[in-house]
Every structure is written in C-alpha cells, then in structure tokens.
C-alpha cells in the first residue's frame, strides 16, 4: 500500500517555464512533507518543506502548497533552471519525534535549455 | 548541512559472500541513523533504524539476520548484506537525522550488484 504517491513519473519543462511535481498521499496522520532532489548515483539532497499548518511555502524559486482537504501536495520551480534536472521524490511523516518517513516513488524532471 | 558519507560508493560481488557497507557522519554525532533501500525506478524504502548502542529495529519485511547493523559509535553504522543473493543487488542509502527542517541528511549511496 503506496502512502505517498507521485503519479507522474517523468516531466520536462523548457528551461525559463514553471515545473509543477504533484504528491499525493493517503494518511490523514502525516502532517510534515518534505521535497528531496536526487542525482544520480547520490543521496537525496533536502529542499523544502511545510508542515500542515500552513498551506504554502516559498524558499526562492521552490515554493511547496499543501492541501490538506485533498491530501494533495505541489513543488513548483519558477524559472526552471537546466540544473533543476534530477528525481523529485516528496516524503512524509507523522511528526512523533521519529524522524521516520514515507517516500514517493519520484517523479524525473527534466528541463530544456 | 550535515555530512554524511558511505563507503564503498560501488560494489560488485559473487552470490554468497558478504558485504559491509559504512555510513559515517563527518561533522556531526549521529545517535540514530537510518538504513533504505531504491530499486530502479521505485521509491526509497526504509530497511531499518540503527539506533548507537543498541540494536537496530528493522521494518517488516526486512530479514535482520541477512542484513546486520551495527552502530557502534556516534559517527559509524554499517550494514552488512550477508550471503547476498542477487535480488539484494540495489542501491543502499543510509541518512541521519536532525536538520532544522526535521530533514535527513543522506549519504551519497551504495550501489551494491550481486552476480
């Protein structure tokens, strides 16, 4: 059973465009969502996230929304930028103090120049 | 951020041997660290928590006995896959918690193939 579920396996944008990664996910519990971005061959690196408190995030040209009523998530990249090519993998967690969370199975942007 | 590093970033080896794989925090004390797991195109799957000092609690599903954490110090977890089959052939990612975002900090991965 797939808690966090990116859809969308494979996206391309031009370069200057928006990039919109969609997440959803079904465990009314999780109330803190991250965004990971992931080269290949490397770890995921940590690039935004909200908790269910709020329903938007802006950090530069990444802003995550949240809507909770739909168990829906969003990371736009505005301007997509060459660079922002990677996996985009959301995750999830219940924040019990576990760290613990449940990861999407990615969706890979890629962005022309 | 915090660094964390993993050791070796590729292994190639035959069906039956064992191999150790380790997952060092550089600049910071890790008390627990986190052990996944990527098939192609999935998703990262925790295996287990490896907890300093004490023993690791795996997910279900995950045979403890085939592969063994150990964490020994504040900046060391291994994981050893042992008589590695080649279905154990994948990409091994270890993270440590803590950032300020409640992120984890991820090693760069292991890519492990069994043949």
């Known amino acids: 059973d797939q808690q966090v579920k990116q859809n969308s396996p494979s996206l391309s944008v031009q370069e200057g465009r928006i990039s919109i990664l969609n997440c959803d996910y079904t465990n009314s519990m999780f109330d803190y969502f991250l965004w990971y971005k992931k080269y290949p061959a490397e770890g995921p690196t940590f690039l935004i996230s909200i908790s269910s408190i709020k329903d938007k995030n802006e950090d530069g040209r990444f802003t995550v929304f949240l809507n909770k009523s739909a168990k829906h998530l969003s990371l736009h990249i505005v301007p997509s930028q060459p660079g922002d090519s990677a996996v985009y993998f959301c995750a999830a967690s219940a924040t019990s103090g576990t760290y613990k969370y449940i990861f999407g199975t990615g969706t890979r942007l890629k962005v022309l120049a | 951020g915090a660094v964390v590093s993993q050791h070796p970033s590729r292994v190639i080896c035959k069906s039956g041997t064992s191999v150790k794989i380790e997952c060092r925090s550089l600049?910071?004390?890790?008390?627990?660290m986190f052990w996944y797991r990527q098939f192609p195109k999935q998703s990262l799957m925790l295996m287990a928590t490896?907890?300093?000092?004490?023993?690791?609690?795996?997910e279900q599903g995950v045979e403890k006995d085939k592969f063994l954490i150990n964490h020994a110090s504040l900046t060391l977890s291994t994981l050893t896959v042992t008589s590695a089959h080649p279905e154990d052939s994948s990409f091994y990612i270890c993270?440590?918690?803590?950032?300020?975002?409640?992120?984890?900090?991820f090693g760069p991965g292991t890519r492990l193939t069994v043949l």
């Open positions: 490896s907890n300093e000092g004490s023993k690791a609690t795996y």
């Open positions: 993270s440590s918690p803590g950032g300020l975002n409640n992120e984890q900090f």
């Open positions: 600049d910071f004390q890790a008390t627990t």
